[in-house]
């Protein structure tokens, strides 16, 4: 609200035509909330200043109706924002803006929504020299960085430290019963979960993933045998759904929210007070954000509780309370910033009009994240936009933009219907809506992963909004379901995302193991560990522990690099291949936090020579290019840079053989233009994002040779956890295809077919 | 080890490559269908796309492969060998030297498909359908027997966990066989898909591609 003040005071003349003030924020829940915030205030004093929201969820009318005649306060989305600067009009649009806000910046310092904000930003700053910017955090942990990222480059930015305010009231949650081995679920903690929401007046109940709240949901809800009003949150529901759920919360109907990021930052939900933390925080600037959702008033201590969904996560949260107290936040240094996003901008720009080439680079420069940015490098973006950057040059005559009268534009000013409906740097999986059966209304519930769609068979029972419903039909790519009662559902997978354990809280977690006894850890926890260190040994912070044993016929190896999961996830990737070319037959392997799982047909013997860094990133190359993660983060960056729309107008999803994978198109480019833009983007993308190499290279060089491989006759304590992991990553190769060759032949003389 | 499928069908002995081919040793006939070729040009045409535009050069190199380890004295195209026709009309120029260093010394056969239904610029013959011995070679299935076919892009499920969601594959029973796609962009229908289901009898096979041509009961 403060950083309303001096918009309100600047307003309240009622002097001011069109829009004044921009209001940013990572989250259309907390535009939403800000709008309630203001208004009622605003009514109360009688100032002539309105306020309004928009984000993908505004009606397309009241869209329209804010491009003609934008309110003094608008309060939007940086996806929502971007959109806004394509149009022709987009000057027109900003006239007489004063003042952005970006809220919780540091939500969106660390993404690439962020550099999206931030080049729009530049946009604006062209467009209205005089704007002035402010960014708001509660969590910052190198400020500097920030303003950086937030201030017109050059120019200065002032940071302003408010007072923190006391110590949070926080510790772990006391349960009769100890955690399970694995699983990211806590249901365990249910009837203490109960106990507490009973004690408190309105309780959050955060977790991190969508599927995990909906399970648990479903499970208090069972349980609840007071009936006190509960009800979830998370960004899968639809927008119908979770505006019932804010509006019960506001008016204080509901005693617990069981909820995701969705609900993380900023909103001012007043009366919560307490927060409930189910599983490991992975981060702990995450964490202090979630703990501030209790008790909003000035002076008043937050009280949170954590609730670890396993036995390793009990040692991480322990880890991140010490931390939390010692108010040690953690962040890694971001990079340059990506060219795909880079590549939406210039065709963002090109949606609004012709444009000069040096004046868009100037421009370009300006915004934070990519001061650094050369001519080179925009040019290749450029090129990429205007004739799809091949070596080949094949499309002449269907050029994307063209350069006419000195300046580019569009060729087909129809393309920039496209481009728009594809702005937005954010990776969904495909999703598709869920509807209660026409017969009943047709209702909204939500969204779940295409992929689980076609696993459905009518019949089928799942999880969504905290009910169960029967799936009836797949009907023009809306999912049909009715309502069920009593049986055991399934669970929808959402596309949530997985966080990695950050560099900071894992030395913490390293650090814990060593001690000689665990007197602040349960009981439970403690004994495991103990156990762990009696059949095998701790791992060591700057040495790697290797167990490896056969279990169920397969030889599994167990590497404890306490890298996080992105980082472990790489370690498999670039380790299995190593294996595969020294013909040991690899067959997965699974990544958590603190350890990567292998499993194959032949025994880790000698992994020295395996783990040799130089060798590693030698072979990095040719491994990067056929692994699925690559694949993965090609779709991703070719969705963003406008290679592979989302969206079609009028796309018909019908006549599956005409569609092809994008994983086509990557390995295609990397046989015969492996130099090509996106590749590259691709490369850099994975070895930060999603593959996290430098903290694979970083653990390496610290161990150095001192690796202690321990051969053992069973499944260790610290790795049956590791056997229950999800997100299994199968490897492609020789032992693959020898387990399909005989599974095929199986089937034949099964089905008498030989 | 012999990495191709060789089956029985109406009196011929046919083998299904692991490129998604098919042999026809005694009539040393090849047979490829749905190349798609110009798939690249079309999108950018009509939806103003530029998809790396490489797979004209890849899905004709690997047509070359097959021809140059078996060399065929007749090859046919089973339709959907151009994307549309005007694709086809400009494909058929760009690599005009190529597709003559392939045709000559062998009979050549472009059978309409679809997508191609006209006579393009080519030189060989365009025909609607072609009937050698026992077989008859169209693009789509018909309830006539002994037919060859392609235009479904048929793909199958695997039968072991993570090995990758689905590969090409060919389908075949007592009366029919369908070819998977053999361009390089090009997408697949499942085999349990009703359109194919309803072809295929009760024991239709289908043969992965990948790299061994692997036989299997045909995934419902």
């Avoid at chain 1, 996080?564 to 380790?575: E, H, K, Y």
Wanted: glycine share 8%; hydrophobic share 40%.
């Amino acid at each position: 609200m403060a950083g309303f003040l001096p918009t309100l005071a600047e307003l309240a003349d009622g002097g001011h035509e069109g829009l004044h003030t921009l209001y940013i924020s990572p989250l259309k829940a907390l535009a939403a909330d800000i709008r309630r915030n203001l208004t009622g205030p605003i009514a109360e004093m009688g100032l002539p200043i309105r306020v309004e929201d928009r984000t993908g969820d505004t009606p397309h009318s009241r869209r329209q109706r804010q491009r003609a005649d934008p309110p003094h306060i608008l309060l939007t989305t940086p996806e929502s924002l971007a959109l806004l600067t394509s149009y022709e009009d987009a000057a027109r649009i900003f006239k007489g803006l004063r003042r952005v806000i970006v809220d919780e910046i540091h939500a969106l310092e660390e993404s690439r929504r962020g550099d999206q904000l931030m080049l729009a930003q530049a946009r604006q700053q062209t467009l209205c020299p005089d704007l002035r910017r402010v960014g708001l955090s509660a969590t910052v942990e190198n400020p500097s960085a920030v303003a950086r990222f937030l201030a017109r480059h050059p120019d200065p930015c002032a940071i302003i430290h408010a007072d923190p305010g006391p110590a949070p009231d926080i510790a772990m949650l006391k349960t009769a019963e100890p955690p399970p081995w694995s699983g990211g679920g806590g249901a365990y903690a249910i009837p203490a979960v109960l106990a507490q929401t009973r004690q408190h007046r309105t309780t959050l109940i955060f977790h991190n993933t969508r599927a995990q709240a909906e399970i648990f949901f479903h499970k208090l809800w069972l349980a609840n045998e007071d009936a006190l009003p509960v009800g979830i949150h998370h960004g899968a529901l639809s927008r119908e759904q979770r505006e019932r759920v804010e509006q019960a919360m506001v008016a204080g109907q509901l005693r617990a929210i069981v909820c995701t990021g969705s609900l993380d930052l900023g909103i001012d939900w007043g009366d919560v007070d307490l927060v409930i933390q189910v599983g490991a925080p992975k981060n702990v600037k995450r964490l202090v954000q979630r703990i501030g959702r209790a008790n909003h008033r000035y002076n008043a201590p937050s009280k949170a509780l954590l609730v670890p969904a396993n036995r390793f996560e009990v040692v991480e949260c322990r880890a991140a309370l010490d931390a939390v107290r010692a108010g040690d936040l953690d962040g890694d240094p971001r990079g340059s910033a990506p060219l795909d996003v880079l590549c939406q901008k210039i065709l963002i720009t090109a949606c609004a009009g012709p444009f000069d080439t040096a004046a868009l680079y100037h421009e370009v420069r300006t915004a934070g994240p990519y001061a650094a940015i050369s001519r080179a490098q925009f040019d290749d973006c450029l090129d990429f936009c205007a004739t799809g950057g091949y070596a080949l040059r094949a499309y002449d005559k269907w050029k994307r933009l063209l350069f006419k009268d000195g300046k580019w534009q569009l060729r087909d000013p129809r393309a920039a219907r496209n481009i728009r409906m594809n702005i937005g740097t954010i990776q969904d999986a495909d999703l598709l809506k869920v509807r209660m059966h026409r017969s009943r209304g047709g209702a909204p519930l939500g969204e779940v992963e295409e992929s689980f769609a076609a696993s459905l068979t009518p019949g089928d029972t799942f999880l969504i909004g905290g009910q169960i419903v029967r799936f009836e039909a797949l009907r023009e790519l809306v999912v049909e379901v009715s309502r069920d009662r009593g049986r055991t559902p399934r669970v929808a997978t959402f596309s949530g995302t997985k966080f990695a354990t950050s560099t900071q809280l894992s030395a913490r977690i390293l650090r814990l193991l060593q001690q000689s006894e665990w007197p602040d850890l349960p009981r439970h926890t403690a004994e495991w560990l103990a156990l762990q260190r009696k059949v095998s040994r701790l791992p060591r912070p700057g040495r790697l522990l290797i167990e490896t044993f056969p279990h169920e016929g397969r030889e599994y190896a167990c590497l404890y690099g306490f890298a996080g999961r992105n980082a472990q996830q790489t370690l498999g990737l670039l380790l299995t291949s190593r294996m595969e070319e020294e013909r040991l037959a690899p067959l997965g392997f699974v990544a958590a936090d603190y350890a990567t799982l292998i499993w194959g047909l032949e025994p880790l013997t000698d992994p020295a020579p395996l783990l040799d860094p130089t060798r590693l990133a030698a072979g990095l190359d040719g491994w990067l290019q056929g692994n699925a993660v690559m694949k993965r983060t090609f779709r991703s960056v070719a969705t963003i840079a406008g290679l592979t729309p989302r969206n079609l107008p009028g796309q018909r999803k019908s006549g599956r053989q005409a569609t092809f994978s994008s994983d086509i198109l990557y390995d295609t480019l990397a046989k015969y233009d492996p130099d090509h833009l996106l590749m590259r983007i691709t490369r850099a993308e994975a070895m930060r994002g999603l593959v996290d190499f430098a903290r694979i290279e970083e653990m390496l060089t610290r161990i150095g040779p001192d690796i202690d491989l321990l051969r053992l006759d069973r499944v260790t304590p610290l790795a049956a956890p590791m056997l229950l992991e999800v997100g299994r990553v199968p490897v492609e190769g020789q032992a693959r295809e020898r387990l399909l060759a005989e599974e095929t032949e199986r089937l034949m003389s099964a089905a008498g077919l030989t | 080890m012999d990495a191709s499928h060789h089956f029985e069908f109406q009196g011929c002995t046919l083998t299904a490559r692991p490129s998604g081919a098919l042999w026809w040793a005694k009539a040393r006939t090849l047979t490829v269908s749905d190349l798609h070729l110009g798939k690249a040009e079309r999108m950018a045409r009509r939806a103003g796309l530029q998809i790396p535009p490489y797979e004209v050069q890849d899905t004709l190199q690997r047509l070359q492969s097959e021809i140059e380890a078996l060399s065929p004295t007749r090859v046919i195209c089973l339709g959907d060998t151009f994307d549309d026709m005007e694709a086809g009309r400009a494909v058929a120029i760009q690599v005009q030297d190529w597709l003559t260093r392939l045709q000559s010394g062998r009979e050549w056969v472009w059978i309409e498909g679809n997508h191609d239904p006209g006579p393009l610029p080519l030189s060989s013959a365009h025909l609607a359908e072609l009937t050698l011995a026992t077989l008859v070679f169209r693009h789509i299935a018909t309830p006539e027997t002994g037919e060859i076919s392609g235009h479904y892009h048929p793909k199958a499920k695997l039968p072991v966990k993570g090995a990758g969601a689905a590969r090409p594959c060919f389908l075949y029973d007592e009366r029919r066989v369908i070819l998977p796609a053999f361009g390089t962009y090009t997408g697949g229908l499942r085999t349990s898909d009703p359109a194919l289901s309803r072809l295929m009898g009760p024991r239709a096979r289908a043969v992965l591609t990948g790299p061994r041509a692997l036989p299997m009961p045909m995934p419902r």
